[in-house]
Antibody
Framework: EVQLVESGGGLVQPGGSLRLSCATS????????MNWVRQAPGKGLEWVSN????????YYADSVKGRFTISRDNAKNSLYLQMNGLRDEDTAVYYC????????????WGQGTLVTVSS | EIVLTQSPATLSLSPGERATLSCRAS??????LAWYQQKPGQTPRLLIY???NRATGIPARFSGSGSGTDFTLTISSLEPEDFAVYYC?????????FGGGTKVEIK
């Protein structure tokens, strides 16, 4: 069964940084495009960032562009999100999510890691 | 950015009833639209992709239709486990966007 396990969330002050990780197993990670999707408490889903299988192309939501950096290590089957310049509005559960067969939908999700930005 | 507007925000129905959820796009997305179900405390689950294709393991009571700007998710006969929040999502253009969700609650 496909497994995605996020880590690295926590409480951080505005302007601070965090690095999220997503460890994956039971599928050929290197062949899939991957994403971060977030959900603020009690709110809907917001796509954050995408990275293609080879890491040579990345995409970001305007709300995080210039502050967040997505990356991956195919040898470690892991996805990352470096978050700098955090703002109150970045408070959310961050999910790692897989795209199936090059379609930009999300067929597998991790359980999420909570990021809280507060002073 | 393509804005997806879901309606109604809340749908109050009884088990066994038919549920019809709407998703309208601010510009054409062709059939590049998916539907997800999210239950409280759980992660989203892909139900429908490319507007009308059921994802693996999704019961036949879930169906999707539409193209261009208007889409519908239909649950033919609500089971107790179907009461949840449903989101649509487009993949036609970057950034990928979700609708605001429709909550299907027990009447």
């Amino acid at each position: 069964e496909v497994q995605l396990v996020e880590s690295g969330g926590g409480l951080v002050q505005p302007g601070g940084s965090l690095r999220l990780s997503c460890a994956t197993s039971d599928f050929t990670f290197s062949t899939y495009s991957m994403n971060w999707v977030r959900q603020a408490p009690g709110k809907g889903l917001e796509w954050v960032s995408n990275i293609v299988s080879s890491s040579n192309t990345v995409y970001y939501a305007d709300s995080v562009k210039g502050r967040f950096t997505i990356s991956r290590d195919n040898a470690k089957n892991s996805l990352y999100l470096q978050m700098n310049g955090l703002r109150d509005e970045d408070t959310a559960v961050y999910y790692c999510a897989r795209n199936p067969n090059s379609r930009l939908y999300f067929d597998s999700w991790g359980q999420g890691t909570l990021v809280t930005v507060s002073s | 950015e393509i804005v997806l507007t879901q309606s109604p925000a809340t749908l109050s129905l009884s088990p066994g009833e038919r549920a019809t959820l709407s998703c309208r796009a601010s510009q054409s997305v062709s059939t590049n639209l998916a539907w997800y179900q999210q239950k409280p405390g759980q992660t989203p689950r892909l139900l429908i992709y490319d507007a009308s294709n059921r994802a693996t393991g999704i019961p036949a009571r879930f169906s999707g239709s539409g193209s261009g700007t208007d889409f519908t998710l239909t649950i033919s006969s609500l089971e107790p486990e179907d009461f949840a929040v449903y989101y649509c999502q487009q993949r036609s253009k970057w950034p990928l966007t979700f609708g605001g969700g429709t909550k299907v609650e027990i009447k």
